[in-house]
């Protein structure tokens, strides 16, 4: 009975991702060296990541970003990675994604506090009192405030709008662009309408690069827009986009960015090659 037991258990043991990622590796014949050099992905990021331990990593756009370069470069079902990449972290957030939560009757610790039956009893009191006054109103209308009716001095000063109304949220107009790397190997060139190359590098988190004011056309090719922070101007804009995928031909100067509609959607082309 008991080796029943234990085989059931081995069956349903599910390994976790580091395990599955460095065990793919493993069975490739891949070195961490060599998937760092291949995904540019820092190496001790992937060590982390085999370890599974996410929070080690600077955020969770790098728990997820990283798992899903590293599933795609050795061939893994990259959804099925995510989802349970997110599991784990729900799960180190103390987090149960599996069981939701069960409430048993007379159960000391799940009855409400003192708290909220204060909280309760008050908003009760205040709906009655609100019941009250509507059924005063409405039965006995000369008991109650006489209505509001303001002099024409105050309309004509309700038609000139205050300086708040006026004063629309501050947005920038134009200045220099700047893109600044999030994450480290970002992999990023710039060039201008003809094809001339402005910049070109692996980018590390805090590095950045200012668009040329000369620049005729520039635009972009990246494989991580979602690592790129933009500013025009000294102003934080949208990024490229939010998602993992690569952008080519993408216009960069302050007009097009500014021109973009507010969730932009980039062109997506093949993976570049760094040494183009």
Known sequence: MEEDVSVEHEETHVARVGDRLREAREA???????????????????????????????????????????????GLDEGEILDQVRAELAEADGIDTDKPA?????????????????????????????????????FAPGLGPAPLEAPEEQFAANDTPSVAEEAPAARPTGGPVVFTSEMDGTWVKFYDADGERLYEAQMAAGD?????????????????????????????????TEEDTVVRDVPVS??????????????????????T
């Open 28 to 74: 490739k014949g891949l070195s961490i060296e060599q998937v760092a050099a291949e995904t540019r992905i820092p190496q001790r990021h992937l060590t982390t990541i085999e370890a599974g331990n996410f929070g080690a990593l600077p955020s969770r756009t790098y728990a997820v970003g990283f798992s899903r370069t590293y599933a795609r470069m050795l």
């Open 102 to 138: 069960k409430f048993e009757p007379g159960d000391p610790a799940r009855v409400p506090g003192r708290g909220l039956a204060w909280f309760a009893a008050l908003a009760a009191i205040l709906l009655l009192g609100g019941v009250y006054a509507f059924y005063s109103s409405y």
């Open 208 to 240: 950045s690069f200012t668009i040329p004011e000369d620049a005729e056309g520039p635009q972009i090719w990246t494989g991580r827009p979602y690592a790129l922070a933009i500013t025009i101007g000294g102003r934080s804009v949208p990024k490229l």
């Open 254 to 275: 302050a007009e097009a960015l500014l021109a973009r509609d507010p969730a932009p959607s980039a062109q997506t082309t093949a993976t570049p090659d760094a040494d």
